[in-house]
């Protein structure tokens, strides 16, 4: 299997260092409001990944994490923690949002069919395990104290500006990281925060430092040694995490460990609409349930998300949503010939795993299914045939094609009665039977191995 690791910049041979064994991270939601369309195409990517290192023989451990805490809205060490300013606004306690927008989350990972990590720890639920970092982190000599909290001086990591090819000279105060004149250095960031004087914060938990709250990118890093050791064989995240999230993780693990976070780190692209980046700072978010009310199904999103490699800039409009809903339809109707006479010929199933397993291809492999129905629907296939081709895509796209149903017996009656009358050439009646399927949402299709039922949408 092949990826594009970002730390060497090229498409390299994965290999883990236990294998089959494979640890993998990938950054979570942040769970202050509801996922968009923006948040879901990354997360699927994600999905879609687990699911090539299984098809590939591979035994992965999957933790995905839950920010409910310490995500400041600059993304990095300023402003107000973001599940406090949505409390604030919605009129509830940081943890109600955070339980809220966590269940919200599991949810759209069900309708989805997202494979289930097998941890999805949280921020809160790890607060020892931070301060235990940040203390050893301490106790090396790469922390100092200021007047809002504990921070991590970059400038004894030499290494700092690697992973991002960052210009630290170039960057400004207060440009990437909010201005505190008592800090060392512009790119050092907070490991630990002081709750305000004269203020109770909803969440906030003693420390050796006082009374405060974690920073958003030592989660991450207290997370990966717990659940998977000092070394992970991927880190995967959005492109924007690059400059900020990973580089800091970077320079808290291997500062403490002093053996590399991750072997391969594998980054998805932005997602755009109407050529600007989906983001909830700009209000341009669609949820699902914004798509369920236009009629489309989790499954169109998630078919949609695969048309486009991960890496590149993939786009969003509702023309190429409806594009997608149609191809899954006939996805669908071919899954349904399961319920309907087969004949006796046989196709191998489609080969998606060679590009999917080359750096996640999933358009080349989307290409193959196609190129694989234009044959398939030439035939009229035994059962087992086409049980093994929908159990194969659903593992590989999850797109649920199993779950496709039969129709009720009553609709069949249908189908055989004006099979019947076409035979005795009642054509008024045929057409009439005809009509009372389309109503029912079924279209017949006369071939010459007899009557193929199929849905309309």
């Given at each position: ?146 007047n809002d909290g504990i921070y991590y001086d970059t400038s004894k990591f030499p290494r700092y500006r690697d992973f991002a090819n960052l210009e630290l000279d170039e960057i400004q105060p207060g440009a990437r990281v909010e201005y505190n004149p008592q800090k060392r250095n512009a790119s050092d960031f907070a490991l ?266």
């Open positions: 299997m092949k990826l594009y690791n970002t730390l060497t910049r090229q498409i390299d041979e994965f290999k883990p260092q236990n294998p089959p064994e494979v640890k993998i991270y990938t950054c979570g939601p942040t769970v202050y409001d509801y996922m968009h369309i923006g948040n879901w195409f990354t997360f699927i990517r994600y999905d879609l990944l687990m699911r090539t290192l299984l098809a590939e023989g591979f035994k992965p451990t999957w933790v995905m994490n839950i920010t409910d805490v310490g995500h400041l809205t600059s993304d990095a060490d300023s402003g107000e923690d973001k599940l406090a300013a949505k409390a604030k606004r919605e009129g509830k306690t940081a943890w109600e949002i955070a339980n809220l927008y966590t269940k919200y989350f599991e949810n759209g990972l069900k309708k989805l069919n997202f494979i289930t990590p097998n941890y999805m720890p949280k921020a809160t639920a790890n607060i020892p395990e931070q301060i235990s970092f940040i203390q050893k982190l301490e106790a090396k000599g790469y922390t100092y104290q200021i630990w925060k002081f709750s305000p004087k004269n203020v109770k914060r909803d969440m906030e938990w003693e420390s050796p430092w006082g009374k405060g709250f974690p920073g958003w990118h030592i989660e991450c890093s207290a997370m990966c040694l717990k659940y998977l050791g000092p070394t992970l064989d991927i880190h995967s995240g959005g492109i924007d995490h690059i400059p900020v999230h990973h580089t800091n993780e970077i320079a808290q693990s291997e500062a403490l460990t002093e053996q590399p976070l991750a072997r391969f780190w594998v980054h998805t692209n932005h997602i755009l609409m109407n050529n600007v980046k989906i983001s909830k700072s700009l209000g341009n978010t669609i949820t699902l349930e914004d798509l369920a009310d236009k009629g489309y199904s989790p499954e169109a999103l998630r078919l949609l998300v695969l048309e486009s490699h991960y890496r590149s800039q993939s786009k969003f409009s509702w023309n190429s949503l409806a594009s997608a809903q149609a191809r899954l339809l006939r996805y669908k109707n071919f899954a349904v010939r399961r319920f309907q006479p087969t004949g006796s010929d046989q196709l191998m199933p489609p080969k998606m795993i060679s590009y999917l397993a080359n750096d996640l291809n999933t358009p080349k492999a989307l290409a193959e299914l196609e190129a694989w129905l234009d044959l398939a629907e030439s035939k009229t296939l035994q059962l087992g045939s086409i049980e093994n081709a929908i159990s194969l895509i659903d593992q590989l796209l999850g797109l649920n094609l199993a779950g496709v149903k039969d129709i009720p017996g009553t609709t069949k009656d249908l189908i055989a009665k004006r099979e019947q009358a076409r035979k005795q050439q009642k054509w008024d009646l045929a057409d009439a039977l005809r009509n009372d399927l389309q109503n029912a949402g079924i279209v017949v299709l006369d071939t010459p191995n007899g009557p193929i039922w199929q849905y309309l949408n």
